[in-house]
């Protein structure tokens, strides 16, 4: 009884369908862990770590709490043409339980906004995991000279930045514009589109 030959070009046929097959089942995969990442609701939760030339404004609640070395310090900045801000925006991730997938974050591309004003943008290049049903914490460091983008007083500076670290509560003059990269089984694809990311809490009566 004689073996039936096969020819190399059904082996080559074979193989096609199988990278068909896992391209296609990689492919839903892919669109699957996307969708759950569309479902994640970013927001801003808070800023920490607040300091405006080298002043902690977080115990500062408005311009006229600022003592004399505080309004020195700011005289100063002002006199070498700067005004440093430093802060940590925490992004708060909450993935929805109803999503029953974890989505995990390999990156996250942000841009800076105050005042609606673009300023300084950056990546955040450490993976997330996402759970379903939890919220995630996502701190960003911001370093930014102030002067480089507003041509303001000294003291609409600081009302500035104690207005972004909450002394008021909720402030709607930061926002962030940000695209997320999800991974999948073919690698790590970035959102498709920005989204803006406020807190929760603006305009909440």
Partial sequence: MHATATSPFHHLAIVLVAVLLLSALTGCQSLREISSLRQVDFALDRV????????DIERVRS???????DLLRVGRAVSQNEMPFQFTVHVSANNPEENQ????MVAFDWT????ERETIAGTFN?????????????PLRMELDLLNFFERSARDLVELALAVAGAEGASSRIQLRARPSIDTPIGPIRYPNDITIV???VGTP
């Avoid at 920490?48 to 002043?55: D, K, T, V």
């Avoid at 311009?63 to 070395?69: I, K, Q």
């Avoid at 997938?101 to 995990?104: E, H, I, T």
């Fill in 199 to 201: 807190s929760r809490d």
């Fill in 48 to 55: 920490s770590g607040a300091q405006l030339a080298g002043i």
């Fill in 126 to 138: 450490e993976t997330v995991r996402l759970p379903a049903g939890e919220v995630v914490d996502v």
């Fill in 63 to 69: 311009y006229n709490d600022l003592t004399g070395s």
């Fill in 112 to 115: 800076l906004l105050l005042d």
């Fill in 101 to 104: 997938r974890q989505a995990r």
